[in-house]
């Protein structure tokens, strides 16, 4: 049973092929976020604009997934073409979190995070093994940490965006989630690779897959000072302490370093995001596909203009949210807006790559908390969920691979910690990540 509303479209019997050679991926069951092509499948993104769209072609993570011989189960839910931190904006309802769920108990259902809410909460219910998201600011890295399972944004441009319906094209990243370090890497190794139809796609360096070294001694891990702020609860430094510890025990050097710009992160974010958002989101006028608010003969009989009609369409076909991000895009890419607030974020986005950069010369990787807290009550203040995001978008803006995994629990609710890496460090995040996994299991 689906309690938590994970998913928009459920498959039966699941979509897969047969490969070839079998690969890690055959025979596992699999989730997919709605916003990535499935042949003659809906694809909604959440939205009522989308709810009858049926793309005619397969995104690039598609096609490899059918070709590994994994079992698409279903298409998730999630906010509403990925504008969100709490799955909360979806035409569809809201996803509620697995972990303590009760159905008797409506007041105390807590949150997935956002936007990829769906495809976590499909793996923490033990209804497949793996998901696809995304993660734009954080979209796939804030439900894991609240679901309690593993999620990876990977570095910008090893995997293929093509067929993935786009939210903030600098940013967005296809999100890896699944219940072990060994089931995300198999996924990611599956996926990426250079893809010619996309233009932000590159090669990845060739990395070692060795996930049984014990030993971290060749490795300094950084923990930045600026990932403590006041609103930072002490069960989430908790946790974050206890994986110190575990990597300490196996040798890891931790040393303490400087982010100076990460407060500035969040606003620069949320001015590029919906700034490109705005543009992005154009194309979306009803005419030739989606929502249409008055059928085309209705629309000639009145003597309405095309530009009307637009307006129409768009207003009843997205949702507040969406409106309101385009609306503060619109605004960032005007005259008055332009100088103000965008290019100072596109200075603070290069100014926290700078600073990104300089710590890796002194670092390996960085443990950071991922969130301010565990999962909240699904009626919390929206001011309080955006600001979950603020440890979550420095390594976006940056375009580095990020990595959650779960450490503790307070009753019902996890707690994760993330791992930040250089540009094409993934196969580093993976040990470490393993490292952390290992010593959780050992300490049930």
Request: aromatic share 8%; proline share 5%.
């Amino acid at each position: 049973m689906d309690h938590s509303n994970a998913f928009i479209t459920r498959f039966q019997p699941p979509i897969c092929s047969s490969p070839t050679v079998p690969g890690p991926l055959h025979g596992l069951t699999l989730a997919l976020k709605d916003i990535f092509c499935l042949k003659q499948h809906t694809n909604t993104c959440a939205s009522k604009f989308l709810k009858n769209f049926k793309p005619t072609y397969d995104s690039t993570v598609t096609s490899k997934l059918k070709r590994s011989g994994v079992k698409i189960i279903g298409k998730t839910n999630m906010d509403e073409f990925s504008m969100g931190s709490s799955s909360t904006y979806s035409y569809f309802g809201n996803v509620i979190n697995p972990n303590g769920f009760s159905s008797t108990e409506v007041s105390n259902h807590r949150s997935t995070g956002g936007s990829s809410g769906g495809s976590a909460a499909a793996v923490a219910a033990k209804l497949c093994d793996l998901a696809i998201g995304s993660d734009t600011g954080g979209s796939t890295r804030l439900p894991a940490s609240y679901c309690g399972i593993i999620g990876l944004k990977p570095s910008y441009g090893v995997i293929s965006r093509y067929g993935m319906v786009q939210y903030s094209h600098s940013l967005d990243c296809v999100g890896l989630m699944g219940r072990s370090i060994k089931l995300v890497q198999a996924l990611f190794d599956t996926l990426v690779g250079h893809d010619p139809r996309d233009p932000t796609s590159v090669i990845m360096p060739t990395q070692s897959n060795d996930l049984k070294s014990i030993d971290l001694s060749d490795l300094r891990i950084g923990i930045p000072v600026e990932y403590f702020p006041n609103e930072l609860e002490p069960e989430v430094v908790k946790g974050l302490r206890e994986a110190a510890k575990w990597l300490q025990n196996r040798g890891a050097q931790l040393i303490s370093v400087s982010l100076p710009s990460t407060a500035y992160c969040l606003g620069a974010y949320y001015v590029i995001a919906s700034a490109e958002a705005s543009s992005n989101l154009a194309r979306y006028t009803g005419v030739h596909y989606g929502h249409r608010e008055i059928e085309e003969k209705d629309v000639l009989k009145s003597g309405s203009s095309t530009n009307g009609e637009f307006v129409e369409n768009r207003s009843n076909g997205f949702g507040d949210e969406v409106k309101r991000r385009i609306l503060l895009g619109t605004y960032s890419l005007s005259a008055t807006g332009m100088e103000s607030y965008y290019l100072k974020s596109e200075k603070i986005r290069t100014k926290v790559k700078e600073e990104f950069d300089n710590v890796f010369e002194q670092v390996d990787l960085l443990l950071t908390p991922p969130t301010l807290s565990i999962a909240p009550e699904l009626d919390t203040n929206i001011n309080t969920t955006w600001q979950q995001d603020q440890l979550l978008v420095p390594a976006s803006l940056a375009g580095l691979p990020a990595l959650v995994v779960p450490v503790r629990s307070v009753g019902k609710w996890p707690i994760g910690i993330q791992l930040i890496g250089p540009w094409g460090s993934e196969s580093r995040l993976f040990r470490v990540g393993k490292a952390v996994e290992e010593e959780k299991e050992s300490k049930k």
